[in-house]
């Protein structure tokens, strides 16, 4: 068999990236009575149960029973678990702090991302989070679970939560919403655009191909 040599030397390992002339903070925050949770992502039914917004809408119910207001919204296609979140919502009685606007558009995702409270996802496994990394480019709290890539992402710019704690999930929103500041907001938007704009892709091809180039040679 033939032996070929390795080309390990001309690899360059290059994330994925956030436009953050698109995804950028609000020029003026909206103030809101009731705060504002935020999750992005296709209601398939096996993503629904892997992103654990079943959890997240019982996170509402328990935080409605203590007493505290908060609105969440679940966007996204619904494909073939939406049904079954509003089914959810509605036998949990908040189905009117829930709300299912479907997929949205660039712009629209763009703006709840900049004046929510906080945007949620705590999934059970993620790649790089590429919602997770648009929403601090736009400046919102996040409040994740340390899974796959998200830590990479994320650094310690966001709040963790992790079902095996044994702390709530409507417990880590109350307390992600109490450490959301300015600096937090400024803090998220500042890692995105060090270690994943679009020119650090721009910098990681120019890498890739003067490997190439001075191999060749």
């Known amino acids: 068999m033939a032996e070929y040599p390795s080309l390990a030397h001309l690899m360059v390992m290059s994330p994925h990236v956030v436009d953050i002339e698109v995804y950028h903070p609000p020029a003026v925050r909206r103030p809101s009575s009731v705060p504002l949770l935020l999750n992005v ?61 479907g997929e949205l558009s ?21 790649g790089f989070g590429v919602a997770i990394a648009e929403a601090l480019a736009c400046g919102a709290p996040v409040l994740v679970s340390p899974v796959g890539a998200v830590p990479e992402v994320v650094g310690d710019v966001g709040a963790y939560w992790d079902d095996r704690s044994g702390e709530s999930l409507a417990s880590a929103i109350i307390r992600s919403i109490s450490a959301a500041s300015g600096d937090v907001r400024l803090r998220g938007r500042e890692r995105i655009c060090t270690h994943f704009s679009p020119e650090r892709r721009r910098r990681d091809i120019a890498l890739a191909i003067a490997r190439v180039v001075a191999d060749c040679r």
């Open 106 to 126: 660039r712009d629209a995702k763009v703006s709840a991302m900049q004046h929510c409270e906080l945007y949620v996802q705590v999934s059970e496994f993620e």
């Open 41 to 101: 992502a296709w209601q398939k039914r096996e993503k629904v149960e892997r992103k654990k917004l079943p959890q997240l809408i019982r996170a509402v119910a328990q935080l409605k029973r203590d007493g505290i207001d908060v609105r969440l919204v679940l966007a996204g296609p619904p494909v073939d678990g939406g049904q079954e979140l509003q089914a959810l919502a509605r036998n949990l009685g908040v189905e009117e702090r829930v709300e299912f606007p």
